[in-house]
């Protein structure tokens, strides 16, 4: 079985031409946290989105994946 995706966190920070590292020092967060949510082990809280949302200059509902294309 296939893992869901949740969030396109890993993609965005390609797309910008930034590192999980420079995320966690942005939010001052551990870099483990990053990765989890990167391959979406885990997912980060409405509040982390959307300080990551705003790191990244963009809307924190284009961070996620739409429930209508899965």
């Given at each position: ?28 967060i ?21 300080e ?19």
């Open positions: 079985m296939s893992k869901i995706i949740y969030n396109r966190i890993k993609a965005v920070l390609a797309e910008k031409g930034k590192t999980n590292k420079d995320l966690a020092n942005a939010l001052k551990a870099p483990e946290t990053v990765s989890s949510w990167c391959t979406n082990s885990a997912q980060p809280s409405i509040k982390k989105l959307f990551i949302a705003l790191y990244l200059d963009m809307e924190a509902r284009d961070l996620l994946v739409s429930a209508k294309k899965r």
